[in-house]
């Protein structure tokens, strides 16, 4: 057997649940875990046939009418190493995140350029709390798919409006900030940014207020 992948076991996690067409297994990750999961769905269509070969899971061909579809159901194998996966450390997370790479480059464009992939942020942040209205308009309506995860549906719900409420926050505070340069050059910047970095020391206790006034 291959290593397993985390899209294989979030695969499997989802074959716990009920059987799936491969179809169906794609759109059910599209919405479920793109925003802290991405992977390209030609991955997701030939995960479940990997699981078949390494006996995780098993496949049946059906029909709708004239056009042939495969089910994909868990097998106990399958059940059992999601288990012992669950139970393993998690890698730490990583971020996978564009805009900030052009923001840490920004002092070779310019003030439009670096102001537009701010917004560009503010964006993303919406679409991940319009989703998240949607999944907990379900849970509130009573009309979710699986309405027995609602507890931890909820633990992943907040963690995804937290982290969009501070790329939100992070946006308004930046375009405030750059909007305020009439340059990207580093001139008459410097002083704002130690006060960036001592605010944020300071409140986390990692420096004494009178140290921080000497930097």
């Not at 564009?98 to 670096?114: S, Y």
């Not at 319009?130 to 907040?158: C, K, M, Q, W």
């Not at 050059?185 to 009178?210: N, S, V, W, Y």
């Amino acid at each position: 057997m291959k290593e397993l992948t985390t899209t294989s076991y979030a695969i499997l996690g989802w074959l716990a649940h009920r059987d799936w067409t491969t179809y169906e297994l794609a759109e059910q990750i599209k919405r479920n875990l793109r925003f802290f999961w991405q992977r390209g769905e030609s991955v997701i269509y030939d995960e479940p046939k990997n699981l078949v070969a390494d006996g995780l899971a098993k496949a049946e061909k059906s029909y709708v009418g004239k056009r042939q579809r495969t089910i994909y159901s868990i097998t106990p194998e399958g059940r059992k190493a999601l288990q012992e996966w669950l139970g393993h450390p998690s890698a730490p997370p990583s971020l996978d995140f564009e805009a900030l790479v052009r923001v840490i480059f920004g002092d070779f464009g310019t003030r439009d350029q670096l102001l537009m992939t701010l917004e560009s942020v503010r964006e993303w942040a919406d679409e991940i709390q319009n989703a998240g209205t949607e999944v907990a308009l379900e849970y509130l309506e009573d009309r979710a798919p699986f309405p027995h995860r609602i507890h931890i549906s909820g633990l992943v719900f907040d963690f995804l409006w937290g982290y969009a409420d501070h790329l939100h926050d992070w946006v308004n505070r930046s375009i405030q900030e750059v909007e305020s340069w009439p340059d990207v050059i580093p001139e008459g910047k410097r002083d704002r940014a130690i006060e960036i970095f001592r605010k944020a020391l300071e409140e986390k206790g990692t420096i004494p207020a009178h140290r921080a006034d000497d930097t």
